[in-house]
């Protein structure tokens, strides 16, 4: 396998190409910038190191060799290759091309992740989006897999390879029947914990990170930590919730996507509870600009507010590196 000499660089194949199209090293010259003498040094240089004869020179015209002209296509296809990968390259970095994959639960990509979205794209045309929706134990995993460039969701676990920037408090409530009599909100339009003491309630998955973070308040009723109906999904609890079978305990982010004329939602107080969504990105691997650019964007929606009631920007801190 013969491989190409290591002082055969861009600058010969440039002036070789420039010389076979217009069959004159001083037309050649003049294209590139340069002195006639360079670009005939250029072209010995390169056929000296190929140990084979490009041109054939006579006193009136340059013309290719059998060899310059097998020679002379390929050069330009790995011309315009070269010239392609710099643009893309460049483009990438300028936030004209990319791709960026974002993994969200259901409610933040509703609320949140598309509305900042639509302004990113309008910015960022080139840029192409991949949105998943899940639950928050599979998206620190593809986090973790690098199968998407970070997750917007609540912590589900420790992890030592994911960095967890905290973005929203969502304050949780309770998703009722319109017409369930035992429940009414008070004045400030909340209801206590203490009312829900002996109903049914529909929880759901684990994955979700919303049963780990009420199993762990002692403060609340043990009903809470204990649903009587399991759902896999925000839409299978309200389901069951307009079925007649109980009430839902929902994030006020979440409660926003089920509601419907025969649904109520009331915030829940004394004590107060509360998530933390996360923009979760990977500890080794920094964003690229374009997944910067879109984080930057949710963070931007989340201070210009408009969010639903129970829901507020976390408190601003410095992010890792």
Not at 58 to 67: E, I, K
Request: proline letters at 6%; a positive charge.
């Amino acid at each position: 396998m013969y491989r190409l000499p290591k002082h055969v660089t861009l600058k010969h194949l440039t002036a070789f190409v420039a010389v076979a199209q217009e069959s004159s090293f001083t037309h050649a010259a003049k294209r590139l910038f340069q002195t006639q003498s360079s670009v005939t040094s250029l072209v010995r240089q390169l056929e000296d190191a190929l140990a084979t004869r490009l041109f054939d020179r006579t006193s009136r015209r340059v013309l290719l060799t059998a060899a310059g002209e097998a020679f002379l296509p390929r050069v330009m296809r790995l011309l315009a290759d070269f010239d392609g990968v710099i643009e893309d390259v460049v483009r990438f970095g300028a936030l004209e091309r990319g791709r960026v994959g974002v993994a969200a639960a259901p409610s933040a990509i509703t609320q949140i992740i598309a509305p900042a979205a639509a302004a990113y794209a309008a910015r960022y045309p080139g840029v192409r989006l991949y949105l998943s929706d899940d639950n928050s134990g599979r998206i620190q995993r593809k986090v973790s897999a690098r199968e998407v460039d970070f997750g917007f969701t609540s912590r589900w676990t420790d992890a030592p390879d994911l960095i967890f920037e905290p973005a929203l408090r969502d304050r949780f409530g309770v998703l009722y029947r319109h017409d369930d009599s035992a429940l009414r909100p008070g004045a400030d339009g909340a209801v206590a914990w203490q009312s829900l003491a002996g109903r049914k309630l529909v929880g759901v998955v684990d994955e979700t990170g919303i049963m780990a973070l009420l199993r762990a308040r002692a403060d609340l009723p043990i009903e809470a930590a204990a649903p009587f109906y399991e759902a896999s999904s925000t839409t299978s609890q309200a389901a069951l919730v307009k079925a007649g079978l109980g009430v839902a305990l929902l994030p006020a982010l979440a409660a926003q996507r089920v509601l419907e004329p025969d649904l109520r939602y009331a915030l829940l107080k004394r004590p107060t509870v509360e998530r933390s969504l996360c923009l979760i990105r990977h500890r080794d691997y920094p964003l690229s600009p374009a997944a910067t650019a879109l984080a930057d964007a949710i963070r931007d929606h989340l201070r210009r507010g408009g969010l639903p009631t129970g829901c507020r920007p976390a408190p601003a801190r410095p992010r890792a590196a």
